[in-house]
């Protein structure tokens, strides 16, 4: 059996407008991999960066799996949500990541995106505010759907990761 620790911080966000910027995050693994120790998804703080500034959270990100093998292999998934001045969230990006398969330390850019819509959706999301949402959050990391999905760019999520393999 092989474990994998993974050690890191999500660092922040550019890229995103909105005032108060926050990211719910999420580790997905095969059925392969068992959760020894650590959280896999979690929400950082808000962050009210500086127009294009970055949002800063430095959330930590500490888990520990044993695989049986490596089919599966860890991915790391994001929203991004912004908060406006009544408290209401709207959706600002998604986007996923692999995990590094060598040992050491990584800086990684996990670029994001955000579902284009249909002309009607486009037309609310003007003037009522929100964004078109993904109906199962599982097209985030799986390949198949969200390939047919038409989408609008959105910023880029900055991480500090170290992996340590063992086997045994």
């Avoid at 959330?59 to 908060?83: A, E, T």
């Avoid at 800086?107 to 003037?127: A, H, K, N």
Wanted: hydrophobic residues 40%; charged residues 15%.
């Amino acid at each position: 059996m092989a474990e994998l620790h993974l050690v890191g911080q999500i660092l922040g966000a550019t890229g995103f407008s909105g005032h108060s910027i926050f990211c719910k995050w999420g580790l997905h693994a095969g059925r392969s991999w068992d959760l020894l120790e650590g959280l896999e998804q979690g929400q950082t703080q808000t962050d009210c960066p500086a127009d294009g500034g970055m949002a800063v959270w430095c959330h930590p990100v500490d888990v520990h799996y044993m695989c049986r093998g490596l089919l599966g292999w860890p991915k790391l998934h994001f929203q991004i949500w912004s908060q406006d001045v009544h408290g209401r969230n709207e959706l600002r990006g998604y986007g996923f990541c692999h995990v590094p398969t060598a040992a050491g330390i990584f800086e990684i850019d996990c670029p994001t995106w955000l579902p284009e819509g249909s002309v009607g959706e486009r037309i609310t999301s003007f003037f009522v505010g929100g964004a078109p949402r993904l109906r199962a959050e599982e097209v985030i990391y799986s390949p198949g759907d969200r390939f047919r999905l038409q989408t609008v760019s959105g910023g880029v999520v900055h991480l500090h990761l170290g992996g340590l393999q063992c086997a045994q």
